[in-house]
């Protein structure tokens, strides 16, 4: 099997999403992102790794009534369901950098934190039995007495993979979600596919697809390979030109353990992939439209390493913090 994932994440200083709760009555209504801080509330961060921006949240109660409202530009939603009885669905609408409309689970017994990304959306289609799920009665009962035991199974057949990026014991939907740490640097790397009745785990580096499993039965997730993909040794970056830039300009990042092939490579700045030219110690990039600042990610097969540097498009700051790490600490 094609060894893979290793990165360097550029991160910058992105606050800790998290949420609060408690429980309501049944009405319908619609609401906007941010519910009073005296609200009932469902909240969280959806994201694919790179937040999604702008997505459309639908909460769902068990009598099918439903809020919704959108995510901001770092994934967070904050939608108040007072009037609504738990147990909810959480569902974000969004499309994709390819143009595809798409759209993500998770689940919460009581108003507070319900996070929406690849592994959530994964364990809700195990829980429920299907992709798209509806929450109707039976659907309800399904994922309400299905969740753990689909959570325990994923972060179990992950785990190895999981614990390469300080997450093997996160909970995806009630844990804290940190930008450029943990969760947020799995699924930088890694896509979980939910499709039909398979469920599919692949690379972000390559599109080589590392496990399969049925979605009926994720215990029988089978992997490509007799090993996981490891982490390798360090990578440093010395410097990066500029922390701040215009659409359109250049970002040119200096340092060590860069591939040679340019195409290995993998370059994400506020989400948005670009691709660099350059050579082993160096790599050019040009600031894509969409980009609106927060972690520059470099991903190749080689290592592995973290130096906090900001970087905001558009702006005239420049900013280095002088701290790096290697080895994912």
Do not use: W
């Given at each position: 099997?094609?060894?893979?994932?290793?990165?360097?994440?550029?991160?910058?200083?992105?606050?800790?999403?998290?949420?609060?709760?408690?429980?309501?009555?049944?009405?319908?209504?619609?609401?906007?992102?941010?519910?009073?801080?005296?609200?009932?509330?469902?909240?969280?961060?959806?994201?694919?790794?790179?937040?999604?921006?702008?997505?459309?949240?639908?909460?769902?109660?068990?009598?099918?009534?439903?809020?919704?409202?959108?995510?901001?530009?770092?994934?967070?939603?904050?939608?108040?369901?007072?009037?609504?009885?738990?147990?909810?669905?959480?569902?974000?609408?969004?499309?994709?950098?390819?143009?595809?409309?798409?759209?993500?689970?998770?689940?919460?017994?009581?108003?507070?934190?319900?996070?929406?990304?690849?592994?959530?959306?994964?364990?809700?289609?195990?829980?429920?039995?299907?992709?798209?799920?509806?929450?109707?009665?039976?659907?309800?009962?399904?994922?309400?007495?299905?969740?753990?035991?689909?959570?325990?199974?994923?972060?179990?057949?992950?785990?190895?993979?999981?614990?390469?990026?300080?997450?093997?014991?996160?909970?995806?939907?009630?844990?804290?979600?940190?930008?450029g740490s943990g969760l947020d640097k799995f699924f930088d790397m890694v896509t979980l596919d939910v499709t039909g009745t398979t469920l599919t785990v692949k690379s972000n580096i390559d599109g080589s697809?590392?496990?399969?499993?049925?979605?009926?039965?994720?215990?029988?997730?089978?992997?490509?390979?007799?090993?996981?993909?490891a982490i390798g040794t360090d990578i440093k970056i010395t410097a990066m030109s500029t922390t701040s830039g215009e659409v359109g300009s250049h970002l040119v990042l200096t340092g060590s353990g860069f591939?040679?092939?340019?195409?290995?490579?993998?370059?994400?700045?506020?989400?948005?992939?670009?691709?660099?030219?350059?050579?082993?110690?160096?790599?050019?990039?040009?600031?894509?439209?969409?980009?609106?600042?927060?972690?520059?990610?470099?991903?190749?097969?080689?290592?592995?390493?973290?130096?906090?540097?900001?970087?905001?498009?558009?702006?005239?700051?420049?900013?280095?913090?002088?701290?790096?790490?290697?080895?994912?600490?």
């Amino acid at each position: 099997m094609r060894r893979v994932f290793c990165g360097i994440v550029l991160a910058v200083s992105i606050g800790i999403m998290s949420a609060c709760g408690g429980g309501g009555g049944v009405t319908t209504s619609t609401s906007g992102n941010n519910a009073s801080p005296t609200a009932i509330s469902v909240s969280g961060v959806a994201a694919t790794g790179a937040p999604i921006y702008n997505g459309t949240i639908t909460v769902t109660d068990v009598t099918g009534h439903t809020k919704t409202g959108t995510t901001d530009s770092a994934g967070h939603f904050n939608i108040d369901v007072t009037g609504l009885s738990p147990p909810f669905l959480a569902k974000v609408a969004f499309t994709d950098s390819t143009g595809t409309a798409r759209s993500f689970y998770s689940y919460c017994g009581a108003a507070g934190t319900a996070n929406i990304n690849p592994l959530s959306n994964a364990a809700v289609a195990i829980a429920s039995g299907t992709a798209t799920p509806a929450f109707n009665a039976a659907t309800q009962t399904a994922i309400k007495n299905g969740i753990a035991a689909a959570l325990t199974t994923l972060q179990t057949k992950l785990a190895t993979l999981l614990g390469q990026f300080g997450a093997g014991t996160a909970n995806p939907i009630t844990d804290a979600y940190v930008i450029g740490s943990g969760l947020d640097k799995f699924f930088d790397m890694v896509t979980l596919d939910v499709t039909g009745t398979t469920l599919t785990v692949k690379s972000n580096i390559d599109g080589s697809i590392l496990a399969t499993a049925p979605m009926s039965d994720p215990q029988a997730m089978t992997f490509t390979g007799s090993t996981f993909p490891a982490i390798g040794t360090d990578i440093k970056i010395t410097a990066m030109s500029t922390t701040s830039g215009e659409v359109g300009s250049h970002l040119v990042l200096t340092g060590s353990g860069f591939d040679p092939a340019m195409a290995n490579n993998h370059v994400l700045i506020g989400g948005v992939r670009v691709y660099p030219t350059g050579n082993a110690i160096s790599l050019d990039v040009v600031i894509p439209p969409g980009s609106t600042g927060g972690s520059v990610v470099v991903i190749n097969k080689f290592a592995t390493g973290t130096l906090e540097m900001a970087f905001a498009p558009g702006f005239g700051r420049h900013h280095h913090t002088g701290k790096q790490y290697h080895n994912g600490q």
